[in-house]
């Protein structure tokens, strides 16, 4: 149960990088892409700080995510894996509730379904 939390969490973390790469770096080509319907072609030049000022944040959640790994202590590692997890939920879950309800499913349910496995693992 412990190594099935593990990959969970840096499954979120990895998805959390991509997201920071999509937004930072890649905005107008491949986020251009990846939004297309959701956003108008024009929009996406004028957005391009604010979709790297979202990115940096997702960025912070992935370190924080990844930080657990480096957490010899167990009890702590679990509390900040929690911690992190809980904010990817709450993120995941305020964008399905103002922009698009597919961003809980890509985003929320995998870190809810890591943050169970992490509960269920214990210390």
């Not at 657990?68 to 679990?78: E, G, M, N, V």
């Not at 904010?87 to 809810?112: D, E, N």
């Amino acid at each position: 149960m412990q190594l099935l939390s593990q990959l969970l969490i840096a499954l979120v973390a990895v998805e959390h990088l991509y997201i920071l790469w999509l937004e930072m770096f890649a905005w107008e080509t491949k986020g251009r892409q990846t939004f297309k319907g959701a956003l108008k072609d024009e929009y996406f030049t004028p957005t391009k700080t604010l979709a790297a000022n979202q990115g940096l944040y997702n960025g912070f959640l992935a370190a924080g995510l990844i930080w657990t790994f480096f957490i010899s202590d167990p009890a702590w590692a679990r509390n900040i894996a929690l911690f992190f997890l809980g904010c990817v939920i709450v993120a995941g879950s305020y964008g399905a509730a103002t922009a698009s309800r597919k961003i809980f499913f890509v985003q929320a349910v995998p870190a809810l379904l890591a943050l169970a496995v992490v509960l269920l693992a214990g210390n």
